[in-house]
């Protein structure tokens, strides 16, 4: 799926190309499916303005979007050492994904358990690793701990949830009415209806708040967490310029002055970490949530549902 410009999803267009051959340290990978996050949404859309930075501002640098994939390796390149064509692999390359191959530096890649579907393995990098940086790197999160996850229905959030579980912490968990089910089916301890009842209002004492919402101002998200808790956001309000970080920004400068602890990141691949998911699929700790599936050529209606939100879950390509 090639776009020659930013705009919206429409701008994708299936065509041929060249099939891309791996030199170096790079492995090229028959791609089985990848799924789509938001990430890739920014980078076709190149909205908000401040995508077009990394997107491109005329013309984009990134003709193939999509950076989670599972595939199997087909080809190496002279200075590859890890795989071997006939290796399963699954990571996150940034760029390239919606197509039938991908190519990308080795160290984006780690071995898929055979337990795991190519599915399952595609929907778990970018939204997995956030979740798992948020909570254990950024939020210091320990067992016994208790922690509510804001925005907990979507494709972060879910793996939030199991990650929490994972880790031996208690979890709450907000989502709509419809997703109620979603989350008691992953192991929520307690879970509140936005739509019934207002957390920042009821809700005290947690010692991690992990908001994947980013629409409330710190008089009241501190409200939520105990004298000595953090609140770790993951996003920002939806503005057309700088008003994620100016938000932000203030939310920081005002959390200086209170015992309690506000930061906002933005997630590093770390191969470290994807190892760490790819023990927690293994193990069925942790299992994706998918929630639609979408061949190669509906990859625009794909990145068209997920920007209009209430995402229970991940979506999915399969090439």
């Known amino acids: 799926m090639v776009q020659g410009r930013c705009g919206g999803p429409d701008v994708l267009e299936l065509r041929e190309v060249d099939r891309p051959g791996p030199t170096g340290n790079e492995v090229c990978g028959e791609v089985w499916a990848a799924s789509v996050n938001m990430y890739d949404w920014h980078m076709t859309t190149g909205y908000p303005f401040l995508a077009r930075l990394e997107a491109g501002l005329r013309t984009t640098k990134y003709p193939i979007s999509g950076g989670d994939v599972a595939g199997t390796v087909v080809a190496v390149g002279e200075d590859a050492a890890q795989f071997r064509p006939g290796d399963e692999v699954f990571g996150f390359v940034g760029s390239g994904a919606f197509a039938e191959y991908v ?34 790197d950024v939020g210091g999160l320990r067992a ?23 880790l031996g912490a208690e979890i709450t ?76 920004a203030l939310r920081k400068a005002q959390s200086l002055f209170d015992t309690r602890t506000m930061t906002w990141f933005t997630a590093a691949m770390k191969r470290a970490h994807l190892e760490q998911l790819a023990g927690l699929l293994a193990s069925g700790t942790v299992k994706p949530v998918i929630e639609e599936t979408y061949p190669l050529e509906k990859t625009s209606e794909a990145l068209r549902s997920l920007g209009e939100g209430h995402s229970a879950g991940k979506r999915l390509i399969t090439v």
């Open 103 to 136: 190519c990308a530096t080795e160290t984006r890649f780690v071995a898929k358990p055979p337990e795991v579907s190519f599915e399952e393995a595609a929907a778990t990098p970018l939204a997995g690793i956030t979740a798992l940086e948020g909570l254990q």
């Open 173 to 248: 968990a907000v989502c709509s009415t419809v997703k109620v089910d979603l989350m008691a089916s992953i192991g929520a301890d307690r879970i509140i209806d936005y739509t019934r009842q207002d957390f920042a209002r009821t809700e005290s004492g947690y010692d991690l708040l992990f908001d994947n919402v980013g629409d409330r101002p710190w008089s009241q998200t501190r409200q939520v967490l105990s004298p000595t808790g953090i609140l770790v956001t993951v996003t920002g309000p939806k503005h057309r310029w700088a008003g994620p970080i100016r938000a932000l």
């Open 144 to 166: 016994g701990q208790r922690v509510l996850i804001s925005g907990a229905s979507g494709g972060v959030g879910t793996f939030a949830v199991q990650i929490v579980k994972a």
